[in-house]
């Protein structure tokens, strides 16, 4: 066999590229860096208080809890946190520095918040619209932008109740009465929509006149406020006052009642002992009015005290009179005339 075959037959060396590795080698590493990079995109995490929603080739392919999760890398699978759990809030004619939610606050907050009353008056309304994400799939797929849908819902709402009150009750006593008729309707369309939302609280913050009245009204209100002050004073002193003077007439005229009550028994009792002296007098009068001359005595005398009587004819008498024996009876009948 000749030379020429002998170099035919033996093997080649592999090539080798510039670096000095085989060719296969780099595209193996080259794959295994995808594959790793691919692997490590494909790892994510889902906070406590949200799910993630995992879209296959764009399609719904349900929901996964918190912790760490894996997804199928290159595109094929999408994830998108929602945080479910957490209560989220809008604010209308306000804005609260530093927001996490974008659509938290709007950048026309003075043209939200100016409305007409039904009374046509203006009147400048802040309100506060708290609510949480109750579905995730109707929340992605049923509404393209579904945070501008509900705060263009919150604003319409709010329009629509204000409209229908008055400045006064939108400013002072119907507060509570809008608040509670403003969740209803949201309520209400937001499941109408089904934007898989749940609306928990409408609350009025800041209430008052447009600036350019807000002086003049708060003048007329002062001097709402200083009548009612004074009617209340007023209305004070007469609950104190006539009270009383009912209570003084009234006494009054019990009083009348009893003397009157008293005068009329005392005559009856005194018409009815004369009609029974008067029986007895009918029956037997010398001795009727002998009776009734003793006891007039009887109640006469003790009254007088001590008395000498003297015959007329006695000339001296004062040897024959003990003056000491007379002021025992004398004292006796001093005290029986002050009792």
């Known amino acids: ?53 995992v879209q296959r080739f764009g399609r719904f392919a349900g929901t996964v809890g918190p912790g760490l999760r894996f997804k199928l890398p290159f ?26 939610n974008a659509d ?11 409305m007409v009353t039904g009374d046509l008056n203006a009147a400048h ?43 006064d009750e939108v400013l002072t006593i119907g507060r509570q ?18 934007m898989g939302l749940k609306v928990q609280q409408v609350q009025l913050k800041n209430v008052h006149p447009p600036k350019a009245v ?12 200083e009548r009612e002050q004074m009617i209340n004073q007023a209305n004070g002193e007469y609950n104190k006052v006539v009270p009383r003077a009912s209570g003084e007439a009234d006494k009054k005229l019990r009083e009348a009642e009893g003397y009157a ?16 002296l008067l029986e007895q007098y009918e029956k037997a009068p010398e001795v009727t009015r002998q009776r009734l001359y003793l006891e007039t005595i009887g109640e006469v005398l003790p009254q007088i005290g001590g008395k000498v009587i003297l015959d007329a004819d006695a000339k001296q008498f004062l040897p024959l009179m003990n003056l000491r024996q007379l002021e025992p009876a004398a004292a006796a009948g001093r005290q029986e005339g002050a009792r």
């Not at 590229?17 to 860096?33: D, N, Q």
């Not at 479910?84 to 996490?100: I, N, W, Y």
């Not at 938290?104 to 100016?114: F, I, K, M």
Request: without cysteine; aromatic residues 8%; glycine residues 8%.
């Open 1 to 53: 066999m000749s030379e020429f075959s002998e170099s035919f037959r033996r093997p080649r060396p592999p090539q080798l590229p510039a670096g000095g590795l085989p060719i296969r080698w780099a595209i193996g590493a080259a794959v295994a860096m995808l594959l790793l990079a691919g692997l490590a995109r494909g790892v994510y995490t889902v906070g406590p208080e949200s799910v993630g929603v």
């Open 261 to 276: 009550l008293k005068r009329v028994n005392e005559a009856e009792g005194d018409v009815a002992r004369f009609k029974a």
């Open 75 to 100: 595109g094929i699978d999408t994830v998108t946190i929602l945080p479910v759990k957490r209560q989220l809030k809008m604010e209308f004619g306000f804005g609260t520095p530093g927001a996490q």
């Open 104 to 114: 938290q606050a709007s950048y026309e907050q003075e043209l939200e918040s100016d």
């Open 125 to 167: 309304v802040e309100w506060v619209v708290q609510y949480e994400i109750d579905d995730p799939e109707q929340f992605l797929f049923n509404h393209r932008e579904p945070g501008p849908t509900l705060r263009d819902l919150s604003e319409s709402v709010m329009r629509e109740v204000v409209g229908d009150r008055t400045v």
């Open 214 to 225: 807000q002086r003049s009204f708060e003048e007329v209100n002062r001097a709402q406020q």
């Open 177 to 194: 009465g809008i608040e509670n008729e403003a969740i209803a309707e949201l309520t209400a369309l937001v499941q109408q929509l089904h």
